[in-house]
């Protein structure tokens, strides 16, 4: 799928897919149709931002979340948000199991629209964490992501360990449980027309 220039697209839109690994992380990023942190709701700064007294583990600057938007290969709307955030906070180390549960309760209950997450979104949040928690590299939420946007996306995705079989995996799990909604519908699902849980890894 071809990316377009951030003039063209909705934000709702936006999906870079996990195809692009040739092009460089900062195009990319030009596409992605973004908005300044002091547009952000004053309760989700409190609760996602790495700045804050009552930020969660793993989360990041927003430069580093749009990131990850690109490497992990999803788009902006809400369940593509609960997958990223989901995997960001597994992937730290400090994160436990209550961190994951509270976080869930305050974004279903507390967070006002448009950011509050319904129940199909618990399901991606909660995939996204058990992936991060899986993750090769721990503490993503520390790596320097935004210093990398020279290089490949493939490079970049390298760097960071992550495995672009499991992503297809992942989003193969989550088209099967979440089959209705457009951000399933739009997710890479399989690796050049191969199901990625046919393929088999060499031994590390």
């Given at each position: 799928?071809?990316?377009?220039?951030?003039?063209?697209?909705?934000?709702?839109?936006?999906?870079?897919?996990?195809?692009?690994?040739?092009?460089?992380?900062?195009?990319?990023?030009?596409?992605?149709?973004?908005?300044?942190?002091?547009?952000?709701?004053?309760?989700?700064?409190?609760?996602?931002?790495?700045?804050?007294?009552?930020?969660?583990?793993?989360?990041?600057?927003?430069?580093?979340?749009?990131?990850?938007?690109?490497?992990?290969?999803?788009?902006?709307?809400?369940?593509?948000?609960?997958?990223?955030?989901?995997?960001?906070?597994?992937?730290?180390?400090?994160?436990?199991?209550?961190?994951?549960?509270?976080?869930?309760?305050?974004?279903?209950?507390?967070?006002?629209?448009?950011y509050r997450?319904?129940?199909?979104?618990?399901?991606?949040?909660?995939?996204?964490?058990?992936?991060?928690?899986?993750?090769?590299?721990?503490?993503?939420?520390?790596?320097?992501?935004?210093?990398?946007?020279?290089?490949?996306?493939?490079?970049?995705?390298?760097?960071?360990?992550?495995?672009?079989?499991?992503?297809?995996?992942?989003?193969?799990?989550?088209?099967?449980?979440?089959p209705h909604?457009?951000?399933?519908?739009?997710?890479?699902?399989?690796?050049?027309?191969?199901?990625?849980?046919?393929?088999?890894?060499?031994?590390?």
């Amino acid at each position: 799928m071809p990316l377009h220039r951030r003039d063209f697209l909705e934000a709702c839109e936006w999906n870079p897919g996990l195809d692009h690994g040739e092009r460089t992380l900062g195009e990319v990023l030009e596409t992605l149709p973004g908005v300044g942190p002091e547009a952000i709701h004053w309760l989700v700064r409190l609760i996602e931002n790495p700045r804050s007294p009552l930020a969660f583990p793993g989360q990041i600057s927003l430069e580093r979340h749009d990131a990850l938007h690109v490497l992990l290969g999803r788009g902006l709307n809400n369940q593509d948000e609960a997958f990223v955030i989901g995997f960001t906070m597994g992937a730290a180390r400090s994160a436990r199991p209550w961190h994951r549960r509270l976080f869930l309760w305050i974004a279903r209950h507390l967070y006002p629209a448009p950011y509050r997450l319904e129940s199909d979104h618990e399901i991606a949040f909660e995939l996204g964490f058990g992936r991060g928690r899986k993750h090769k590299v721990q503490d993503i939420h520390l790596i320097p992501i935004e210093t990398m946007l020279g290089e490949t996306v493939a490079a970049v995705r390298r760097k960071i360990g992550i495995d672009l079989l499991d992503l297809y995996s992942a989003y193969c799990e989550e088209k099967l449980r979440l089959p209705h909604t457009l951000e399933s519908r739009r997710l890479d699902t399989d690796y050049d027309g191969i199901d990625p849980s046919a393929i088999r890894r060499p031994p590390e």
